[in-house]
Nanobody, 127 residues
């Protein structure tokens, strides 16, 4: 059974950086698409970034383009989200999600497409 565990959330000042990690209980190899999502209080969960099963394609939400970077390391069964130049509006619970399959060409930022979710990690950006 695939299980996902996030870590790395913290309190950070505006302009700072964090790297979130998502560790999978089984080696994802080329069977899973991964995505990062976030949910702020009173708002719907939104797609932040995703990466295809082979890692050859990524996409980002408009609000994080140029600041966030997603990467995967299947040898470590891990997916990362590097977040730079953080702003208060980035404050949210960040969750890792996996989509079973073998998509090498594209990945969705639609939360309804994903099958397995981690518990989430809190990121707070405040001075």
């Amino acid at each position: 059974q695939l299980r996902l565990v996030e870590s790395g959330g913290d309190l950070v000042q505006p302009g700072g950086s964090l790297r979130l990690s998502c560790t999978a209980s089984i080696n994802p190899r080329d069977y899973y698409v991964f995505g990062w999502f976030r949910q702020a209080p009173g708002k719907e969960r939104e797609g932040v970034s995703c990466v295809t099963a082979r890692g050859g394609y990524t996409q980002y939400g408009d609000s994080v383009k140029g600041r966030f970077t997603i990467a995967r390391d299947d040898s470590k069964s891990a997916v990362y989200l590097q977040m730079n130049r953080l702003q208060p509006e980035d404050t949210a619970v960040y969750s890792c999600a996996a989509l079973a399959g073998s998509s090498w060409l594209t990945c969705p930022l639609d939360r309804n497409e994903y099958d397995t979710w981690g518990q989430g990690t809190q990121v707070t950006v405040s001075s």
